[in-house]
């Protein structure tokens, strides 16, 4: 049965409702997202109350989302909300009245449920085994130590973007002074907790300012892919960006490309609460997390649904199943040719010179190299290698995403038109190409291996020997067009290989 | 309820598969496609009797096709066999073996019928009112006098690319008499049938002959789209081609880019077939259709399931209605976006310097401007442009084809991306990018005008005053999300109108 999901996160910044289709057969995608600055905790510092005009600016916003849950039909709304309801003294009053004037009943989340929520959402999405988690949002900043993959600490800071922009009085141009007393207050909070003294482990930020650091570095560095979950960047290229942003007027950030406008006068104090957490931990590395608490709520709700723990164990491969279903790909197909390969790839991997992590990547392109029969089955690899570059895959890297997407584009053959492509360019050398030709070769071969897709080759052992390379054919009965498929990539393993293959047929 | 059909078409060179998907909405799509080299009609010149190894080859190649169509599950099976079986004294005796070993009954068709599904296949994906249609295979070659749309004149000639090779022996080099020889003899088949004379309409032309043709001409030409059906040439080029066939052995062809190997040893007949039905009716250019007997067989069958007459009344409405179901589009929410960027367009379609044939690039892109949610919400318009690039649509020609992608692509603003993308910029030059600017402002006006998809936005209509652009809303309540939304295209209104935007409201 399909289902429809809408998650609803009222931040102390802004609004935020997405729309998660689950498929029949479990795939799930997102098909609405939408995000409204609200500003609820505006005015707030001094009374600890919602104030009239945040408050009208919610309802109204609310309503909107209400209806988008009307006009998707979802199934389920599961709404939350975080530090500036949770700490204003009409907060409950507020939650009562968004009911009666949207139907919406909002779920007021502690800043512990919330730092679990966002750990949820990053590590089901994010390939981290040790690290800081930090969700830094308009009202609240949650951190979480991870370790082996588990929260070790966590803790939910009473300060966000928006607060110490009130309290400090950050809209427009600061002097030199203001930034210290800034940053004196924040090392201050900081210090006070141990754990988080040089972890020296990857910093992952969840939220608005973490998103928008990440545009920020992707403009000032040309960046090919417009994707922000997942990207990384070093403690100098924050720091000049930091600069950038310090000494900036409002009227001036307002055009710095990668900041959202709405974001312009909240992001002095965002930006310095995470150079903050660099110091203190001596991150070699902050990595973005574009999934965070509202990803943490549909996926806890999707695991339990499906009698899952709350946190993976491969998410690689939970993605690509997603994606291999969510584009009415044949898994007992794919599933057979990415075994073959892998074969292939264990028996001549020494000879072919991979590392054993390039296995991931054959392996992910051997499970979704049909997908883009979807879009045309006419010239189908290369559409494939479009879906995968494009796919909400999670656990490779942006270079190894495009490496999987070239390598299943040449599932029939190698072509030069992707070397014209101006994105991958940019992210492949050389050496990249030479891998991405090997592990295609090792599809190629694995694809040709099941032409009839009559599963006919049981399984395969790959050999070197001193003339030739042998494959070792496990066959139920004979299997003559597999065979004369394999002819065509005769040249091809020649080349690669360097030897002359030689078949083996053994009847089981 | 979904339905598979599989489509088996047994020729007098190649056999042939297709495994159409229909979807609950009843969209459809091909979702396989098998062609097998059986020559069924090898060695049949002197007898007519199927000769036993042809028959062999046959038999193998509709077993695999058989277990495809288990494996796919197909629900049924559509099967027809052509010339040489319909020719053959033994064809009966064939057809009753074939089922029995393979469980597939073919239809025997009559040459008449012939012609008729390669009309309903060619006519529902090639704009075309008249012109003459031929289905070049290789026992026979049918050919269609089509006016007005409409089958005018239609016979199936009793040779083709197999039977003219044999009959002549021109499988490897042949000399210029030989050409000579085999040119007369068409020539004469073709001076009988006086409706073909100088008809000064296109040569539609269908089967792997014309294919082949197309793909050695996009090679020639370095053409940057790997789309065959409807590629048009005209008959300079046509001229090239046939000499470099006519000229070369068979291995030098079996090496010419673009031509199968498989059918290098019958192209001098094929080419030489198409050659001189351009002298006999003097078509100012030759059309390729990638669509034929088999999707005619498909289409006459969904069509009569859906009670709809066999040819399409719009090709390009239908196509691209389906490509929005296949892709899962909101067809409420995209019609009311067409219908809304329509009226814009006739509002100010003079000042903006359009042409009328604009607006159904207009339509296609404002239907389809969202499809590109089902690869990754995130960056949505440049995935429904890849998609919109390569989907079946029919009725557009290739250059029309990529500019309703940039339009889509740009319905949230335009962005110099696709400028640099190789494909785009070898079909647009800047009177285009200019034109899909300007359609894309419209497309992104009507967005913004059902910014919270509730449709309070009725309709609306555009004026040009002296002084100003002015927009009427009909509205039945205030619009205020969709107001705010406009002022994001106040810049690009001003630019691409010279004109500030004045907006009126009209309550109804």
């Known amino acids: 049965m399909t289902e429809r999901i809408a998650i609803i996160d009222l931040g102390s910044n802004s609004a935020r409702l997405i729309v998660m289709h689950v498929y029949e057969k479990g795939a799930y995608n997102l098909v609405y997202n939408q995000k409204e600055s609200v500003r609820l905790s505006e005015g707030m510092n001094a009374t600890l109350h919602l104030q009239p005009e945040a408050i009208g600016r919610a309802l109204s916003t609310l309503k909107i989302f209400a209806h988008m849950c ?36 909002l779920d007021v989340i502690s800043g512990e449920l919330e730092a679990e929520l966002g750990f949820i959402g990053a590590m089901n999405t994010i390939d981290l085994t040790d690290g800081l988690l930090f969700d830094l949002g308009g009202g609240s900043t949650e951190l979480t130590l991870v370790k082996n993959r588990q929260i070790k600490q966590s803790i939910s800071l009473p300060f966000g973007a928006v607060t110490l922009t009130e309290r400090f009085g950050l809209q427009d141009k600061v002097n030199d002074a203001k930034i210290a007393e800034l940053q004196a207050f924040i090392q201050a909070q900081l210090a006070s907790l141990p754990w ?74 965002g930006v310095n609460i995470v150079k903050g957490l660099l110091d203190i931990t001596q991150a070699p590395q902050l990595v973005i997390s574009g999934c965070g608490v509202r990803e943490g709520l549909f996926l806890q709700y999707y695991q339990a649904k499906y009698q899952q723990p709350p946190i993976m164990k491969n998410i690689l ?71 995968i570059e494009n796919a909400r895959l999670f656990g490779l890297t942006h270079r190894e995403q495009i490496l999987a997407a070239v390598i299943a584009g040449w ?20 050496g990249d190409w030479h891998i991405a030709r090997k592990l295609a070769m090792l599809l190629a071969i694995a694809e040709c291996l099941d032409v009839t897709q009559m599963g006919l080759v049981k399984t395969v052992q790959a050999l070197i020997k001193t003339k030739a390379a042998v494959l070792k054919l496990y066959l139920s009965e004979p299997a003559p067009i597999e065979r004369q498929a394999l002819q065509k990539c005769d040249k091809w393993i020649k080349k690669d290989l360097g030897l002359a293959l030689e078949i083996e047929e053994c009847f089981i």
Not at 334 to 342: F, G, K, P, Q, R
Not at 349 to 355: E, K, M, N, P, S
């Open 317 to 387: 491969e939970h993605s690509t199943h997603n994606v291999l279903l969510a584009h009415e790909g044949d898994p007992n197909h794919a599933y057979h040719i990415a075994a073959l390969a892998e074969t292939l790839f264990d028996g001549w991997q020494d000879h072919l010179a991979l590392r054993s992590g390039d296995k991931k990547l054959l392996k992910v392109a051997a499970l979704l190299h049909d997908i883009g029969i979807t879009i045309n089955y006419y010239d189908h690899p290369r559409h494939s290698s479009y879906l």
């Open 411 to 430: 599932h029939n053959g190698t072509s030069a038109k992707y070397y014209r492509n101006r994105i991958y360019s940019e992210f492949l050398d050389e």
């Open 196 to 269: 988080l003294k040089r972890i020296f482990a990857p910093l992952v930020g969840i939220g608005g300012t973490a998103r928008n650091i990440a545009k920020i570095d992707q403009r000032l560095k040309n960046y090919p892919f417009a994707k922000v979950h997942n990207y990384r960047l070093g403690p100098l290229s924050f720091d000049q960006i930091l600069e950038l942003i310090d000494k900036t007027s409002l009227a001036q950030r307002r055009k710095l490309p990668g900041l959202s406008s709405e974001r312009a006068d909240i992001i002095i104090a």
């Open 70 to 105: 009307q006009l998707f039909q979802v199934d389920k709304i599961i709404g939350v909300a975080t530090a500036a309801v949770r700490n204003a003294k009409n907060g409950d009053q507020f939650i009562a009245l968004a009911e009666r004037e949207t139907g919406i009943l």
